[in-house]
């Protein structure tokens, strides 16, 4: 019997991953059957169960990749001195995690920020899946930290400020540019980024008067 490649068992476990995001973020987590996912992927019940228990299993790993991609993103950024400023390390770390799901739409629509959405309404009622994103979520806080960190010291930003609050204001920008996508339809990425930019250009003349 041929031994299959482990380039064959990473491109079926790809081709199950995004059916199974399409099939979430077409109808959620809860609407969607493991026959639906069967059906988007074209294969077989035994070939998606030998990667796959199921929908828990399908959505987490999901979830892990995409905060996985994220937080060595903003890692790697946190390495530089100093780190790229705020307004195109989100924007270059979005369009990337944006342009590796470009083939997954709906009607010719971007699924990723659909899928987000949805995720967040199973994270109440699905415990291991809330576990799964606090972790990554967490991560993710605590690269953005070293970044503002790494700001700090380069006398970019006031060392007054407290970093995880600029992390978790920086994630909040992103998951909400993601949500008004799913909402009201695609954006490109540099509108958040100018957006950034020009905030990051203010300044207070109220001191000055």
């Known amino acids: 019997m041929a031994r299959v490649s482990q380039a064959h068992l990473d491109a079926r476990r790809r081709q199950i991953l995004d059916a199974a995001a399409l099939c979430f973020a077409r109808n959620g987590f809860h609407a969607t059957s493991m026959q639906d ?26 979830v892990q990749e995409v905060l996985g991609e994220v937080r060595a993103a903003f890692e790697a950024a946190a390495l530089q001195s100093p780190p790229p400023p705020p307004d195109s390390l989100v924007a ?10 470009g083939n997954l739409t709906l009607d010719g629509v971007p699924a990723f920020p659909r899928l987000v959405v949805q995720v967040w309404s199973e994270i109440p009622r699905n415990p291991v ?33 407290v970093p995880d609050h600029v992390a978790r204001t920086m994630i909040a920008a992103v998951l909400g540019f993601l949500a008004q996508q799913s909402l009201f339809g695609p954006a490109p990425v540099e509108i958040l980024q100018d957006g950034l930019r020009a905030l990051m250009s203010m300044q207070d003349t109220r001191t000055r008067a």
Do not use: C, P
């Not at 069967?38 to 030998?50: I, P, Q």
């Not at 270059?92 to 799901?101: D, I, K, Q, W």
């Not at 606090?134 to 700001?151: K, L, M, P, S, T």
């Open 92 to 101: 270059g770390v979005l369009s990337r995690t944006l342009a590796l799901r």
């Open 37 to 62: 996912v069967l059906k988007e992927a074209d294969l077989s019940a035994g070939a998606v169960y030998r990667y796959f228990s199921g929908k828990e299993e399908l959505i987490a790993a999901i």
């Open 129 to 161: 899946l809330a576990a799964v994103l606090a972790e990554g979520y967490g991560n993710v806080r605590a690269a953005w930290g070293r970044i503002v960190e790494g700001y700090q010291d380069a006398g970019m930003m006031r060392a007054d400020i």
